[in-house]
């Protein structure tokens, strides 16, 4: 093995314990904080079925994002629908045979990553164009889409230009899942493109990413509006009643 298939053996090891480890303590952290009181933003479902249906457009169509702001709603959908798409692509990467599903949908991959690359622009131009989102913004906020917009314009230029040998790259992913480790193919834009989704599944756990998981703990979102029906009260100051009895 030379000493770049060690280097990005590695890197994929270690940026992957890093990912789930540190998505997994998050998630722990966020289930553990206390929600000591009933706050869901109203007009609110009353039941749970309705909670997860209002949960459910909020991941899907990002609903409160639409109600706020058009043109961010706009973008994010465009970025958010196009990796989406980008993402279920790469399947075929790591499995062999590839399900007929993940065959079909091949060539709107390739296309999605324009619509996913145009859905950044226009979020980080945002960052440079709109006064008061210029001001708030920090050099994380930049650094993170400038990361996104790298691993897609990379993904890009292999696809559309600078062919990469899937076959060898194949067989890199595939001996990674199981441990039977092949040579990671020497080409610049391959090299460039999985060093920079290393660098993000690593910083992942500690970045603003994290609204993906986080969105499903807001209890503005996941919390029925029924305190008439059923009294709310926190685990810790059930604990305290019971003491005060
Ligand atoms: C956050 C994760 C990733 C994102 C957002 C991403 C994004 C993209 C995009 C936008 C493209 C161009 C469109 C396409 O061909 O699908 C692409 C191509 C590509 N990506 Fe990724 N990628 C990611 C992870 C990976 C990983 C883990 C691998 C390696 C196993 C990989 C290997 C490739 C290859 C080989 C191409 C070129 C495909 C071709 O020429 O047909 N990507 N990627």
């Not at 897609?152 to 990469?164: D, K, P, Y």
Request: glycine content about 6%; aromatic content about 14%; charged content about 15%.
């Amino acid at each position: 093995m030379t000493a770049l298939t060690v280097f990005y053996t590695g890197l994929f090891y270690f940026a992957s314990l890093a990912l789930v480890g540190g998505l997994a303590y998050r998630i722990m952290e966020y289930a553990r904080t206390p929600a000591p009181l009933k706050i869901p933003t109203t007009p609110a479902p009353t039941t749970t079925s309705g909670v997860v249906m209002r949960m459910a457009r909020e991941v899907v169509l990002f609903e409160s994002l639409f109600k706020s702001n058009k043109w961010i709603w706009l973008f994010g959908i465009l970025f958010h629908g196009g990796l989406a798409v980008v993402l279920l692509r790469h399947i075929r990467y790591f499995q062999q045979p590839v399900w007929d599903w993940v065959v079909f949908i091949q060539p709107f991959g390739k296309y999605a990553s324009f619509i996913m690359v145009a859905g950044l622009a226009g979020l980080w131009a945002r960052r440079f164009l709109v006064d008061r989102v210029r001001y708030i913004s920090t050099p994380s906020d930049h650094l993170i889409l400038a990361l996104l917009l790298g691993i897609g314009l990379s993904g890009i230029c292999m696809t559309f230009g600078a062919h990469t040998d899937i076959v060898d790259l194949k067989a890199f992913a595939l001996g990674l899942v199981t441990f039977d480790w092949h040579p990671v193919p020497d080409d610049g834009a391959l090299l460039i493109h999985l060093f920079l989704v290393a660098l993000l599944m690593i910083v992942f756990p500690v970045s603003k990413l994290l609204h993906a998981p986080g969105v499903f703990f807001s209890p503005t979102r996941n919390q029925s509006d029924n305190p008439r029906e059923t009294r709310h009260i926190a685990p810790w100051a059930a604990a305290l009643d019971r003491t005060a009895k």
